[in-house]
């Protein structure tokens, strides 16, 4: 990934539009990163990335409240490491 500063970016701006084709790239600013500029390529497949996290940490929380409600009351009394030597006796 190439790093360049702010004011680099706005002196190489269409150099950089070529080269984000080939790799991302990080603009910084008094040292530190302030933005990233990426192909629309590696934008699309970042939004695809987060929107499927998104799914999957819902289809969670989903889940963990089903098993709650399902769970039996000597479930709420088991401690972690019950539920650790459970694991480890089942395998």
């Not at 080269?19 to 530190?32: A, D, F, L, N, S």
Request: net charge positive.
């Amino acid at each position: 990934m190439i790093t360049v500063t702010s004011v680099e970016a706005q002196n190489r701006f269409g150099q950089l539009l070529d080269t984000v084709q080939r790799e991302p790239i990080t603009i910084t600013r008094h040292g530190r990163t302030a933005a990233f500029i990426v192909s629309p390529q590696d934008m699309k497949e970042l939004t695809s990335a987060r929107n499927k996290r998104s799914k999957a940490v819902a289809e969670l929380e989903a889940w963990s409240q089903r098993a709650v409600l399902s769970a039996l009351p000597a479930a709420a009394e088991l401690t972690d490491d019950d539920i650790a030597a459970m694991v480890k006796n089942s395998r």
